[in-house]
């Protein structure tokens, strides 16, 4: 049978008092106490009114607070009974002999503040799962995402002066001089676009943006290839379109150079399967994770990303494409909901510290020309939260002059990057492995 302990939610009295006691004994002990703690913090109620008024003081910083400020400040608010008249004041610097721990009594505050906000998440988790006007999966999501929120604003905030930012700025230097890496992200495969941006930075959001039949998905799976195949790194490809099969049997012929066509029809010579082998042998090694979910709904998204990055370690996600994304809120117009995708899918590269990169289809507009950011498709918000939009364009073959083939040359243009230049490279696409490859190696 639970004690009456267990019914009484975490406190701790002398903890709170501590600290009130040592921020009226030294004002200055206010700036480290706030880097925890703020009056919502304190179980007393009494403890709480306290603190707001040292709050409010320091704000106006116009009077330090002591026993006598803080009780005027109580008195004009009107809460000086709700925190227990000038007595329980006075009787605060008596707990403690100085202000030498309060960052100690600050934590101690901020400890059991969070166990009270762990135990409402659980019970209001615990009442919404016998609510079933709720889908699962979204009280699931509204868990995590409070979850995640308490381990955000719980982060005390400092500062680090020069002397101690440049020894270990130059010690990652030394690092990376030792490493010889050329990028300090996740390296695209193309040494050109890779120059340009560094490979795909952590905590930021990439958009590659084409007309349809581009080549998008075959730009991205190529590059999410040689990060697992080649790189080892793991990573994960959320696929709206095109079945996990569909995509797997795309892997097997641009990484054995044998085209789709004859993989379907089966129609293989005996060096084919050969190929074929040795390939499939490199992709079933690979860090390599695909999500096959048409109609994915955002909320699921979120949850399977912090799965994938949790339980393997994922260092990139792509995703095909954002505007097959459904929005958790189908109430609100459609550009208000591509909005919130976006914002979603930044705020998730920040909250997993890792890049992501979504596939964007662009205005009809663009057709035939060499797109800009105004056409990106359904919503302003895309462009504005993005840290990096690249697009592609080429001649399609059925653009071409008659009697001549196009020769697959295709522009990739970083039309915006937050931390880097703008500018174009050449890249070519081999459309019988729907893979595309630098510049140099076309003949390859």
């Given at each position: 049978m639970p004690s009456l302990r267990d019914k009484v939610p975490p406190h701790n009295d002398e903890a709170e008092q501590a600290a009130l006691g040592a921020i009226l004994l030294d004002n200055d002990a206010i700036d480290t106490a706030l880097q925890y703690i703020n009056a919502s913090d304190f179980y007393a109620t009494a403890n709480q009114k306290v603190f707001q008024a040292i709050l409010n003081l320091y704000n106006q910083g116009r009077q330090k607070a002591d026993i006598i400020t803080v009780v005027a400040?109580?008195?004009?608010?009107?809460?000086?009974?709700?925190?227990?008249?000038?007595?329980?004041?006075?009787?605060?610097?008596?707990?403690?002999?100085?202000?030498?721990?309060?960052?100690?009594?600050?934590?101690?505050?901020?400890?059991?503040?969070?166990?009270?906000?762990?135990?409402?998440?659980?019970?209001?988790?615990?009442?919404?799962?016998?609510?079933?006007?709720?889908?699962?999966?979204?009280?699931?999501?509204?868990?995590?995402?409070?979850?995640?929120?308490?381990?955000?604003?719980?982060?005390?905030?400092?500062?680090?002066?020069?002397?101690?930012?440049?020894?270990?700025?130059?010690?990652?230097?030394?690092?990376?001089?030792?490493?010889?890496?050329?990028?300090?992200?996740?390296?695209?495969?193309?040494?050109?676009?890779?120059?340009?941006?560094?490979g795909f930075q952590n905590s930021e959001l990439a958009i590659i943006g084409a007309r349809p039949s581009m080549g998008k998905t075959a730009l991205a799976l190529t590059m999410a290839s040689h990060i697992t195949i080649k790189r080892k790194i793991p990573a994960a490809f959320f696929s709206l379109e095109m079945s996990d099969m569909a995509l797997c049997l795309r892997l097997i012929s641009s990484e054995a150079r044998i085209e789709s066509e004859k993989i379907r029809s089966g129609l293989l010579t005996p060096r084919d399967f050969g190929s074929i082998t040795e390939a499939a042998g490199r992709i079933y090694e690979a860090p390599f994770y695909i999500v096959d979910t048409p109609g994915m709904k955002l909320l699921d998204l979120r949850s399977q990303a912090r799965r994938l990055r949790s339980q393997h370690g994922v260092k990139i996600i792509f995703v095909d494409y954002l505007t097959l994304i459904t929005s958790d809120n189908r109430e609100i117009p459609r550009h208000e909901q591509i909005a919130e995708i976006s914002r979603s899918l930044k705020g998730l590269a920040r909250e997993l510290d890792i890049p992501v990169v979504a596939l964007s289809q662009l205005r009809r507009d663009a057709e035939g020309k060499q797109p800009n950011l105004a056409d990106i498709r359904e919503s302003g918000s895309i462009e504005q939260d993005a840290d990096l939009v690249i697009f592609l364009h080429r001649e399609r073959e059925s653009d071409a002059k008659p009697g001549k083939e196009t020769d697959g040359k295709t522009e990739l243009i970083i039309a915006k990057q937050r931390n880097g230049p703008v500018g174009k490279i050449d890249i070519t696409f081999l459309p019988r492995y729907a893979k595309f490859v630098p510049l140099s190696r076309e003949r390859q």
């Amino acid at each position: 049978m639970p004690s009456l302990r267990d019914k009484v939610p975490p406190h701790n009295d002398e903890a709170e008092q501590a600290a009130l006691g040592a921020i009226l004994l030294d004002n200055d002990a206010i700036d480290t106490a706030l880097q925890y703690i703020n009056a919502s913090d304190f179980y007393a109620t009494a403890n709480q009114k306290v603190f707001q008024a040292i709050l409010n003081l320091y704000n106006q910083g116009r009077q330090k607070a002591d026993i006598i400020t803080v009780v005027a400040e109580l008195r004009q608010m009107g809460d000086l009974d709700a925190a227990g008249g000038p007595a329980h004041v006075a009787s605060l610097t008596n707990v403690v002999p100085s202000s030498a721990n309060i960052d100690h009594y600050a934590k101690l505050v901020q400890d059991c503040s969070l166990r009270r906000a762990m135990l409402r998440v659980s019970s209001e988790m615990n009442t919404n799962s016998f609510d079933e006007s709720k889908e699962s999966r979204m009280i699931l999501e509204e868990a995590q995402q409070r979850i995640f929120e308490l381990g955000e604003n719980r982060q005390a905030f400092s500062f680090k002066s020069t002397k101690e930012l440049v020894p270990a700025a130059i010690e990652m230097v030394e690092k990376l001089y030792h490493l010889k890496e050329a990028y300090t992200g996740i390296p695209s495969g193309f040494d050109d676009l890779d120059t340009l941006t560094s490979g795909f930075q952590n905590s930021e959001l990439a958009i590659i943006g084409a007309r349809p039949s581009m080549g998008k998905t075959a730009l991205a799976l190529t590059m999410a290839s040689h990060i697992t195949i080649k790189r080892k790194i793991p990573a994960a490809f959320f696929s709206l379109e095109m079945s996990d099969m569909a995509l797997c049997l795309r892997l097997i012929s641009s990484e054995a150079r044998i085209e789709s066509e004859k993989i379907r029809s089966g129609l293989l010579t005996p060096r084919d399967f050969g190929s074929i082998t040795e390939a499939a042998g490199r992709i079933y090694e690979a860090p390599f994770y695909i999500v096959d979910t048409p109609g994915m709904k955002l909320l699921d998204l979120r949850s399977q990303a912090r799965r994938l990055r949790s339980q393997h370690g994922v260092k990139i996600i792509f995703v095909d494409y954002l505007t097959l994304i459904t929005s958790d809120n189908r109430e609100i117009p459609r550009h208000e909901q591509i909005a919130e995708i976006s914002r979603s899918l930044k705020g998730l590269a920040r909250e997993l510290d890792i890049p992501v990169v979504a596939l964007s289809q662009l205005r009809r507009d663009a057709e035939g020309k060499q797109p800009n950011l105004a056409d990106i498709r359904e919503s302003g918000s895309i462009e504005q939260d993005a840290d990096l939009v690249i697009f592609l364009h080429r001649e399609r073959e059925s653009d071409a002059k008659p009697g001549k083939e196009t020769d697959g040359k295709t522009e990739l243009i970083i039309a915006k990057q937050r931390n880097g230049p703008v500018g174009k490279i050449d890249i070519t696409f081999l459309p019988r492995y729907a893979k595309f490859v630098p510049l140099s190696r076309e003949r390859q």
